[in-house]
């Protein structure tokens, strides 16, 4: 059996954890301020907003030590399958912190709505701005790092491990879509002549594309580039012999999302857009005499964060019960084994971590393949850090 790392964490982790405490150091030094100017300049409304900053300032400690404490112990033998998932807890924790925070809103603001009381307007407006400017920075420091690292401009990445192995008139070809730093085009490996072989894309419109190859030494290759996106069916002709094969986009999105730094941005988003509300609120309040206009906007601003609350509850909660992360993805899996007339018997794919998936595979063949010849296949879907395979042969 061979060894090989647990560690599934995002990338880019260290650089989101010091953002994150970047951020605390921020909302804890706002935090004192309004407390304190509120105490010394007896402003019962500037320390009200100080003691709600210590809300959003727990919040981000908890996505901070969830940082810390999985990198430290990413390489524990004591957590079966790393500590990826510990940024999924912590956002989830985070969501019914800020589910908590939604009702606590929409408490007052219903009480403010039966029951109007004065507003000190000349010190609430500015009070309601500084927390918007406050979030907005805080907002920017914790997304202005955020990369993604697609370096050709597709808005994806397929480079070299886009292939598939097809049998053709009893010759074993790899078609290749290669990428690497210049233009897609189709790599065939075979000893083929280029005018034996004959390529034609079918994509699922039904548009035809063919493709003229040329020896590139070792291999034939397209001399057309391929056209975005690759999504189709390939069929090979040599004489009266064909072959087809199915190449699909690859979809990230949530398997690549790091929740953890998702619910630390919706806390300070939530609280900007909160703050946005109020502020016209207040400035509708003041100008009409609508009094009713503050809490009106405050019980917006608890329904929208209630929303934000319920899709990190429902997208950590998918996570932490291990729900399939990719359809999109475990179908290409089934596709890739099923290819040669092997049978999945069983199939299983979870999220370890940002960017990290598990799969086991249960393969009934009839092939004298080993567990090891199906990984090497399955080497081409870069989010699979973690690969189990079971052979059952008759």
């Known amino acids: 059996m061979d060894s090989h790392s647990h ?7 260290e650089h989101a954890e010091k953002r994150t405490w970047w951020v605390i150091w921020l909302c804890g030094a706002m935090m004192v301020l309004e407390i304190a100017g509120g105490l010394l300049f007896g402003s019962i409304a500037l320390v009200a ?6 809300t959003h300032a727990g919040a981000l400690l908890l996505a901070a030590l969830a940082y810390r404490y999985a990198r430290r112990h990413a390489t524990d033998p004591g957590f ?3 500590t990826g ?3 999924d807890l912590a956002g989830f924790t985070s969501a019914i912190v800020l589910a908590m925070i939604s009702l606590l809103i929409a408490w007052e603001a219903v009480g403010r709505l039966l029951a109007p009381t004065p507003i000190l307007f000349d010190e609430a407006i500015p009070i309601a701005g500084l927390g918007l400017v406050v979030n ?4 920017w420091l914790l997304s202005g790092g955020e990369h993604h690292h697609h370096g050709h401009g597709h808005g994806h990445e397929h480079t070299h491990d886009d292939r598939r192995a097809v049998d053709l008139a009893g010759d074993r070809l790899t078609v290749e879509i290669h990428e690497d730093g210049v233009p897609p085009r189709f790599r065939i490996a075979t000893a083929l002549p280029p005018d034996a072989l004959a390529l034609e894309t079918i994509r699922p419109d039904g548009t035809r594309q063919q493709f003229t190859l040329t020896d590139a030494g070792g291999f034939l290759e397209s001399i057309e580039e391929i056209p975005e996106p690759h999504e189709f069916a390939i069929s090979l002709r040599h004489g009266d012999a064909s072959a087809s094969v199915r190449f699909q986009e690859h979809a990230h999105g949530s398997t690549h999302r790091d929740n953890n730094m998702r619910a630390a941005v919706v806390h300070v988003i939530a609280d900007a857009a909160v703050s946005v509300l109020v502020i016209a609120g207040l400035l509708l309040a003041r100008t009409f005499g609508w009094l009713w206009m503050d809490p009106l906007a405050g019980l917006a601003g608890s329904l929208v964060i209630a929303s934000w609350a319920y899709g990190l509850v429902r997208d950590t909660g998918h996570i932490l019960l291990d729900m399939n992360p990719d359809a999109q993805l475990t179908e290409q ?8 007339g092997d049978r999945l018997t069983d199939l299983h794919v979870w999220r370890l971590g940002p960017g990290h998936l598990a799969a086991v595979l249960s393969v009934a063949t009839t092939q004298p393949l080993r567990a090891e010849d199906y990984r090497r296949r399955l080497r081409r879907f870069s989010t699979l850090s973690h690969v189990t395979v079971e052979v059952h042969a008759p």
């Open 7 to 13: 560690v599934f964490l995002g990338e880019g982790h």
């Open 49 to 54: 907003d100080g003691l709600h900053m210590t």
């Open 80 to 82: 079966t399958f790393g």
């Open 85 to 87: 998932k510990l940024g």
């Open 136 to 139: 907005i920075a805080s907002a």
């Open 333 to 340: 899996l089934r596709q890739e084994i099923e290819t040669d």
